[in-house]
């Protein structure tokens, strides 16, 4: 099965609102650091490594670009602290 680009979304997180407050260069290190952490271990836990891509972690939003099939898709879809799992759509 091919795989697609998904953007996923996550829950509410108060350590996230935490981080996004401080403004500082250090503040913005920190929310990188902890975003990139928290959703490759997303990934490790929920989908077999090596089947999968992630392409970058979304600071503006708790959220992540992931290569991934349908399938795996529908895994992340029901996977407790995951709001939203949308296919990246590609507009002619």
Known sequence: M???IYFVFMNFDPEYERLRADRTKQGIFA????LSSKHDE???V???QG???KRLSLVIVD???VEITHD???VLRSTQGVRVVE??????
């Open 72 to 74: 795996q898709a529908n």
């Open 63 to 65: 959220g992540f670009a």
């Open 2 to 4: 091919a795989s697609e």
């Open 51 to 53: 089947t999968y891509k």
């Open 46 to 48: 929920n989908l077999e």
């Open 31 to 34: 929310l990188d650091s902890y």
């Open 42 to 44: 997303l990934l490790k």
């Open 87 to 92: 296919k990246n759509q590609v507009f002619p």
